[in-house]
Nanobody, 121 residues
Framework: QVQLVESGGGLVQPGGSLRLSCTASGSIFSINAMGWYRQAPGKQRELVAGISVSGNANYADSVKGRFTISRDNAKNTMYLQMNSLKPEDTAVYYC???????????????WGQGTQVTVSS
């Protein structure tokens, strides 16, 4: 079985920084695209940033220039460096990855359990 585990969330003041991590474990043959999503109370889950296996990244307009997504393929880990945080960044952040468990398996999409990020003074 495959698991994605996020860490690094917490409470931070406006203007502060946090670094989220997401590590995949279990029966993993290869990982394709990965991404960070967030869901604020009463709102739909939205894409924050995505990254390809080669490292090409894309960002939501609301976080461009403030957030940086990266990955370490050797560690099956993805990161989200969040700077200049704003109260509107408050949400539960989820990681997402397309993972194959074997060479003849199809890619399946997995989600982490989420980590709370609260930006407040």
């Amino acid at each position: 079985q495959v698991q994605l585990v996020e860490s690094g969330g917490g409470l931070v003041q406006p203007g502060g920084s946090l670094r989220l991590s997401c590590t995949a474990s279990g029966s993993i043959f290869s990982i394709n695209a990965m991404g960070w999503y967030r869901q604020a109370p009463g709102k739909q889950r939205e894409l924050v940033a995505g990254i390809s296996v080669s490292g090409n990244a894309n960002y939501a307009d609301s976080v461009k220039g403030r957030f940086t997504i990266s990955r370490d393929n050797a560690k099956n880990t993805m990161y989200l460096q969040m700077n200049s945080l704003k109260p509107e960044d408050t949400a539960v952040y989820y990681c997402n990855a397309a993972i194959r468990s074997g060479p003849s398996n199809l890619y399946e999409v997995y989600w982490g359990q989420g980590t709370q990020v609260t930006v407040s003074s």
